[in-house]
């Protein structure tokens, strides 16, 4: 199991949980932030820190963001598994899903 971001985070990237993980498992695409499903330990250091409350253990992912367990899968899918984040920083891209999205305006 891991962690999962969820639509909240869209075109919000706030990066609190980044700071927080302690294994540099939450990478930066485009328009949000993904936890890699392989190299989280499940720690749960991300959760409390999100500002907008996008980030659920997988098995609690609210039904209307279902979709996000995949989505997060998704944006490794040609990336693999670099083996932390600040590896490769941010990364130009995101699933199509989330690139089909028109853009979120959150409030300050």
């Known amino acids: 199991m891991t962690y999962v ?22 990478y930066e695409g485009s328009r949000m932030l993904y936890i890699h499903p392989d190299e989280c330990v499940d720690c749960g ?11 659920y253990y997988e098995d609690d992912v ?22 932390g984040a600040s590896r490769v920083g941010p990364v130009p891209q995101d699933p199509a899903q989330i690139v089909a999205m028109p853009k979120v305006e959150h409030e300050d």
């Open 45 to 55: 250091a991300c959760e409390p820190v999100c500002p907008v409350e996008a980030i």
């Open 5 to 26: 971001i969820a639509e909240p985070c869209v075109d919000l990237l706030d990066r609190a949980c980044i700071d927080e993980c302690p294994v540099d498992c939450i």
């Open 62 to 83: 609210p039904q209307q963001w279902a979709s996000y367990s995949s989505v997060n899968a998704d944006f490794f899918a040609t990336l693999g598994s670099p083996g």
